[in-house]
């Protein structure tokens, strides 16, 4: 299984520290590059992060629906779990969930999550 790439970890702590403090966001992605893979269904990510599901007119959604259209294999979500609000934060790979989900809301995407 593909692990995530450098560029994802960036991402992610640069979108939890808006919503965190910036020592707990360091934690927070620290704490994802040690977690192990994972998998979940598209929809049951979707349904717990409590997005909006962004269309095939994204471009973002687009390029990653071509890249799966070319059987390539997309980096697997950045997630985390909110407990205080009770739901998971999707740190880095919105766009690529909304990408699989267009195809199949059944499908199993991979995932670290903390």
Do not use: W
Request: aromatic fraction near 8%; glycine fraction near 6%.
């Amino acid at each position: 299984m593909q692990a995530p790439e450098k560029q994802d970890y960036l991402a992610a702590q640069s979108y939890l520290s808006l919503i965190y403090k910036t020592s707990v966001a360091k934690n927070l992605v620290a704490a994802l590059k040690r977690a192990p893979i994972t998998q979940f269904k598209a929809k049951d990510i979707f349904r717990a992060s409590g997005l909006s599901l962004l269309g095939v007119s994204n471009f973002h959604v687009e390029k990653d629906r071509r890249k799966i259209l070319a059987g390539h294999k997309l980096s697997p979500l950045l997630l985390v779990r909110d407990q205080n609000h009770g739901r998971v934060v999707i740190a880095d790979g919105y766009h690529r969930m909304c990408s699989v989900y267009g195809f199949d809301e059944d499908a199993v995407i991979p995932c670290r999550i903390v």
